[in-house]
């Protein structure tokens, strides 16, 4: 097909349309239709239909996988002495399918096996073992070292639960509207697992107007993605074992669903703690999310796929309205999908908690003990602007690429005056189809090649497209829709581009979100999706009469320390 997206006019205007300095502009000429930073022009914007947009709860695409199945290794009933007494067929193996069966056991069951019987100890504490499972948590680069620990086993109970930090790497969170988004990895370099915020910023300073349509205006988008590195959000140092302390009670007696974390200055009046979290069944999550924004409180929200859901906490409260039950009490009831972290503030002369916060689970309990004693004798720690935020991952089936699903993964969209924000771009599963359903005929004159690629260009132009927030703004917050093409095909076809800077690219329908601030009255308006390269969109807001880009974001670029 050559024909051009019907919405914009035809120009014969020269190609090389002139840019121009947006810091030397009002706003409102940024624009060539409505000015969306005008709250009220919200109220006189056409809409369109909202079907398929509002009842995510309970569509099956957004429950990836089996909840229970993920952290749950064995049945609640389970009991060892059922088995019998019979001796141990397994040491009757030669040693080397010994350490194959091994190798597929999860960590906790490695280190119960470990203290059957010396020679099963020799097997399960064997560093081949344990430093599989801490490069299995370890994406995008190779672990060389345990450093500070002696053994990979003692490095891999110094983290331990936290493994599923670093394994995971991309992690949003429910504070306020805006959000944060956040990139754990492990740096062996020091031993210690840490997260930092992801920050995006654009130097754009021009604007041009679209040969297609000159009352159509196109907003340069250059972003710069990178770790704020001075602040860790995150952070837990290795701590090596005692040397009377053996693996199972490093792994298995130890489970603690909130720890302190110590990441600022010791001076600093800003305290964190590390929350656990236990998931919700199925059934509880989609009665919650039923309602309106917020959801129930239930994170993360519908419109983004998760293995787990859990509840959170509504932004701006002093203290958390977490129910007994939204904590674990054992490491089977604890999601790698999510994790909650308390942050407050202390009034200076108060008790500070990481004076008397000694190693391991005994300095704990002496935090505890010292806080009481303050406490008796009078002096009590005043907190102040206690919160309590919730973090959440992505499976990475929802961001990872594929032949047919090429526009999957996190960008970064430009949103002019609330600048950068980090998108999750979503391309669902689609049944397969076969090539009489989808029309497809290879021509008498047609190349093996050609067909080849006409077949696949049919199965990529093809099926729904979601791009949603992780991070938001005052008007649309984090979990939210921001555009939807319902169909990449022929249903959703508006034409191919002809005018530079967007000639031969597909361009198909959209559906655009917007609201006034504090998410109110939102509604969708018409829009156009323009697919410029598996690696940058363009989208066309009809109503605003502007055009701004997303570009994809290389999430192992920040990996690797």
């Not at 002696?150 to 670093?166: I, K, N, Q, S, V």
Request: glycine share 8%.
């Amino acid at each position: 097909m050559a024909t051009s997206p019907p919405s914009p006019s035809s120009s014969a205007a020269d190609s090389d349309a002139p840019t121009h300095d947006t810091m030397s502009t009002a706003n409102g000429s940024n624009y060539g239709g409505i000015d969306p930073e005008v709250e009220e022009n919200l109220y006189i914007l056409p809409y369109v239909s909202e079907e398929g947009l509002r009842s995510d709860a309970t569509d099956h695409r957004k429950t990836i996988g089996s909840s229970r199945d993920d952290y749950y290794p064995l049945p609640s009933d389970f009991n060892i002495a059922a088995l019998g007494n019979n001796s141990c067929r397994l040491l009757a193996l030669p040693s080397e399918l010994i350490d194959a069966i091994l190798a597929y056991l999860p960590p906790c069951d490695l280190a119960i096996v470990a203290e059957t019987c010396r020679i099963l100890h020799a097997h399960a504490a064997s560093d081949v073992h344990w430093y599989q499972r801490v490069q299995a948590n370890v994406p995008g680069e190779k672990v060389t070292t345990p450093y500070p620990c002696r053994t990979y086993r003692e490095l891999y109970a110094a983290h331990d639960p936290r493994w599923f930090l670093p394994k995971y790497k991309i992690w949003f969170c429910d504070r306020d509207l805006m959000g944060k988004m956040m990139i754990v990895r492990y740096d062996q370099r020091r031993g210690c697992i840490e997260g930092y915020q992801l920050l995006a910023v654009s130097n754009r300073t021009t604007y041009q107007h679209w040969p297609a349509d000159h009352s159509v205006i196109i907003h340069a988008f250059e972003p710069q993605v990178k770790l704020h590195l001075d602040k860790p959000v995150l952070q837990f140092h290795a701590r090596r074992p005692a040397e009377d302390e053996g693996l199972l009670g490093s792994l298995g007696q130890r489970f603690l669903p909130e720890v302190p974390m110590s990441i600022h200055d010791p001076n600093d009046a800003m305290f964190c703690n590390f929350l656990m979290a236990r998931p919700l069944d199925g059934a509880t999550a989609t009665s919650r999310m039923n309602g309106v924004f917020p959801y129930g409180n239930v994170w993360p929200p519908p419109a983004i796929p998760a293995r787990h859901r859990v509840s959170g906490v509504i932004s701006g409260l002093d203290g958390d309205d977490l129910a007994p039950g939204d904590q674990p009490t054992r490491r089977a009831e604890a999601s790698d999908q999510a994790f909650r972290i308390r942050q407050w503030m202390e009034m200076a002369g108060s008790p500070t908690p990481g004076l008397f916060l000694g190693p391991g689970p005994v300095g704990i309990i002496q935090a505890i003990q010292a806080n009481m004693g303050m406490a008796s004798r009078g002096v009590t720690g005043v907190r102040i602007g206690e919160e309590v935020i919730t973090y959440s991952t992505l499976d990475p089936v929802v961001y990872t690429p594929t032949e047919l699903k090429p526009w999957r993964g996190i960008w970064v969209g430009d949103y002019s005056g609330h600048g950068c924000e980090f998108l999750l771009i979503n391309q669902p599963d689609d049944e397969e189809v076969s090539d009489e359903e989808l029309g497809l005929v290879r021509g008498p004159d047609e190349s093996e090649g050609e067909w080849t690629q006409r077949r696949i260009d049919a199965r990529v132009y093809r099926g729904r497209l979601e791009a949603t927030k992780l991070t938001g703004d005052p008007n649309v917050p984090r979990g939210e829709y921001t555009f939807v093409a319902d169909d990449l095909g022929e249903a959703g076809f508006v034409g191919i581009a002809q005018e530079p800077p967007f000639q031969g690219t597909r361009v198909v329908k959209s559906k655009g979100h917007v609201a006034g601030t504090g998410f109110l009255d939102d509604k969708y308006i018409e829009s156009q999706l323009m697919l410029v390269s598996h690696d940058r969109l363009a989208q066309y807001w009809v109503g605003f009469g502007h055009i701004s880009f997303f570009e994809r974001v290389n999430i192992d670029e920040f990996v690797a320390p």
